[in-house]
């Protein structure tokens, strides 16, 4: 495995929400959409078709405190096949947007009380079945790496008496989804813990460096025109 970490400010993640009229979710889809650019420009190709995040979404019902999953997994287009930050901002808005829209709508008929958290069950399946496919580099894969961003305190941490300065997360990598990429949030930062298969990224460093280039792309950008 390797693991690598980077802190954004969380104000201007987002004022770059507010500034483009999308959703703090969005603006992370669209960091690790430009980084995923930049990181397969420098190994010689960036695929003609957008990869894809696997992205949790919460359905816990206000007030509902249950110790369980109440989560299921979304499928967000990155529109990495898009050069213009905007345009791509703008196709991960539409996208995210409406598969979130699906799945409120349909939250009542999916499962969601799975004892595994960080296994969602859909890819947990899915990577079961690709698994035991005897045709493995014929078998498409659902997603192209997971996205997760949770929201965290806001007020300082401590532990045994010392203040808690970052909340870098740890998740996982499972069978074909060789990049873990799960942001929390703490303190007015946005916190990423990244988490790759050695075979599928082993230069995860220059991931966590393009992630910094995407977010000051993003942050210089002008507002978009008025329509």
């Known amino acids: 495995r390797r693991y690598a970490t980077v802190s954004i400010p969380l104000a201007e993640v987002k004022a770059i929400a507010k500034r483009h009229g999308a959703k703090l979710n969005d603006v992370v ?9 930049r990181y397969l420009a420098h190994h010689g ?12 979404v919460s359905l816990r019902a206000e007030g509902d405190t249950a110790y369980s999953t109440r989560a299921t997994m979304v499928l967000a287009n990155l529109a990495t096949h ?11 808005r539409t996208s995210a947007g409406t598969a979130k829209a699906l799945t409120g709508a349909a939250k009542s008929v999916i499962p969601t009380d799975f004892v595994s958290f960080g296994a969602p069950w859909l890819l947990a399946a899915a990577a079961k079945a690709y698994g035991y496919t005897q045709g493995l580099k014929a078998w498409t894969p659902l997603a192209n790496v997971v996205v997760s961003n949770i929201p ?17 997360p740890v998740s996982i990598v499972t069978h074909g989804l060789g990049l873990n990429v799960t942001v929390e949030s703490y303190c007015g930062s946005l916190d990423f813990g990244l988490l790759a298969a050695t075979v599928a990224m082993p230069d995860l ?13 993003l942050r210089t950008l002008p507002r978009p025109p008025a329509r």
């Open 29 to 37: 889809l669209a960091l690790v959409s430009g980084a995923l650019r």
């Open 82 to 92: 898009l050069a213009d930050p905007l345009e791509r901002l703008a196709a991960i």
């Open 152 to 168: 965290g305190p806001q007020e300082p941490l401590w532990f045994a008496g010392g203040r808690i300065r970052t909340y870098w």
């Open 45 to 56: 190709a960036v695929p003609r078709k957008p990869l894809v995040a696997a992205v949790p």
């Open 205 to 217: 460093d220059r991931f966590s460096r393009a992630l910094v280039e995407s977010h000051e792309e």
